[in-house]
């Protein structure tokens, strides 16, 4: 019944230009908003930490109706995709699958990462990041033309992330019992499309649940429905410290133009087979690995108090240096965590410096993910 009623809403409100149709609610449930990208968003309700603890134990949502989607329409779309993106979409065989690819220029550098989802043989679907929307959509359409690819920005469509060990359960009690025979047998990284919905297993936490991709004018309504079955609303600053924890890469901190997948962690997401698939990108990944990835990212844990922060250098010995891309206090684990981008010479279990407002301060280099499944993955 609650999936019929959210059709019912699809040609009733507006919203507005730089803020998500849930701006007001976020007002109303006394959001702190800060300036993300350009778009007005939610901080936090008044608890970062809280919020951070109730995705990992029982079940949080966020407003991610930022993220651009975009589909992608012709019969030569798989083949553009094939060349566009560094990982290969012929992995996507099942009507629903989902992909997560960085998207390089030509010098090997990342554009973006994305995720992209097979609907059909001539349409998939791409969620892309709000920071970079000009860029990637710019990029995306100039290279589309040669394949005759229709590239079509879907901005009336809202997306909310349902994230933590008791997200589909309450999902399930929010939008109908109904929705458990379909979206309930999806594996990771797929999707089932139910009348104006399109809910995929995937997300940003590290945690299980759900991504929905509505109809912007039914997401306050969808919105209120979730919190009524008990989920947890949260902001941007608990998103942040679980995406780290999960060690998942943020584009402008962790990866960006000026870096390649295989020096970001993201080697896993570039497929080098078949040899003769030559997306952008590839001769610069090609030769870097030839000669030897010269950078690799690794996970810090702080092994005294204080926080790590981006930016802070990485005494690596021998006069070398590395950055901290990504920093923070982690919640799970009660202690200061990091990615960073060191000198491949480093090794798992090293210990290291880092600057900290001009005090060196110890850290061990250890393997991330820092947390899996709410449980730390630290030895």
């Not at 600053?237 to 997948?261: C, F, I, K, Q, V």
Request: glycine residues 10%.
């Amino acid at each position: 019944m609650a999936i019929q009623a959210i059709a019912l809403l699809v040609n009733t409100g507006t919203f507005m230009g730089n803020r998500t149709p849930l701006y007001d609610t976020h007002v109303r449930l006394g959001a702190k908003i800060v300036d993300f990208g350009g778009w007005d968003m939610p901080l936090h309700y008044g608890s970062q930490i809280e919020e951070h603890h109730k995705v990992r134990q029982d079940a949080g949502m966020f407003d991610v109706s930022h993220m651009v989607v975009s589909d992608l329409k012709g019969p030569r779309a798989r083949e553009f995709l094939k060349i566009l993106l560094a990982n290969n979409v012929d992995k996507l065989k099942t009507k629903g699958r989902a992909l997560y690819s960085c998207m390089l220029n030509s010098k090997g550098g990342v554009i973006d990462d994305l995720i992209v989802y097979y609907l059909d043989d001539s349409w998939f679907r791409i969620v892309s990041n709000a920071a970079t929307r000009d860029k990637d959509l710019a990029w995306i359409g100039a290279a589309a033309k040669e394949f005759e690819v229709v590239v079509t920005e879907r901005p009336e469509l809202a997306m909310i992330a349902v994230q933590g060990p008791n997200a589909k359960e309450k999902t399930y009690a929010a939008l109908g019992e109904n929705l458990r025979e379909t979206a309930g047998a999806l594996k990771p990284f797929h999707s089932v499309t139910i009348g104006e919905l399109m809910i995929a297993t995937t997300g940003y936490t590290g945690e299980d649940g759900f991504e929905i991709i509505l109809p912007a004018k039914a997401a306050t309504f969808t919105w209120q429905m979730l919190l009524d079955a008990g989920v947890a609303p949260c902001g941007l600053g608990a998103r942040d410290t679980l995406r780290l924890e999960a060690g998942m890469n943020l584009y402008g901190s962790d990866m960006d133009e000026t870096t390649t997948p295989l020096e970001s962690g993201l080697a896993w997401t570039v497929a080098l087979e078949p040899a003769e698939r030559n997306f952008m990108g590839r001769e610069v990944l090609d030769k870097q690995l030839a000669a030897g990835v010269p950078r690799q990212l690794v996970g810090l844990v702080l092994e005294g108090k204080g926080v790590l922060r981006n930016h802070q250098k990485v005494l690596c010995g021998a006069a070398s240096e590395g950055e901290i891309t990504s920093g923070s206090f982690s919640p799970t684990l009660n202690q200061a965590v990091a990615l960073a981008r060191v000198p491949s010479a480093v090794k798992i279990g090293d210990r290291l410096t880092v600057d900290l407002r001009g005090k060196p301060a110890a850290v061990r280099v250890v393997k991330y993910p820092f947390v899996r499944n709410g449980k730390s993955c630290l030895s």
